[in-house]
Nanobody, 118 residues
Framework: QVQLRESGGGSVQAGGSLKLSCAAPGYTYHTCAMQWYRQAPGKEHTFVSRIHPDGSTYYADAVKGRFTISRNKAENTLTLQMNNLSTEDTAMYYC????????????WGQGTQVTVSS
């Protein structure tokens, strides 16, 4: 079973930056996508960004142009660089990795809290 561990969350003022990391030791299905999701208090779990094995990336409209996802296959890490943060970015951020021969299994991390103050 794949274990994902997020880090890098914290408190920052609006306009600031944070870089989230997700360590995935033992993750071997580099043919599958990895993602970031977030959940704000009282709101649904929402998609933030995805990166495919070929390096193609996708972003939610709310973060496009401000967030950058990247992946280091050799180190089994996923990162999310977040710039120009706003209070609306306050949420618990989760790393997710698709796994298995058909990428049909998804593993989740425990999350890291990001709090943006005005």
């Amino acid at each position: 079973q794949v274990q994902l561990r997020e880090s890098g969350g914290g408190s920052v003022q609006a306009g600031g930056s944070l870089k989230l990391s997700c360590a995935a030791p033992g993750y071997t299905y580099h043919t599958c996508a990895m993602q970031w999701y977030r959940q704000a208090p009282g709101k649904e779990h929402t998609f933030v960004s995805r990166i495919h094995p070929d390096g193609s990336t996708y972003y939610a409209d709310a973060v496009k142009g401000r967030f950058t996802i990247s992946r280091n296959k050799a180190e089994n890490t996923l990162t999310l660089q977040m710039n120009n943060l706003s209070t609306e970015d306050t949420a618990m951020y989760y790393c997710a990795a698709n796994d298995g021969p058909t990428c049909g299994v998804r593993y989740w991390g425990q999350g890291t809290q990001v709090t943006v103050s005005s």
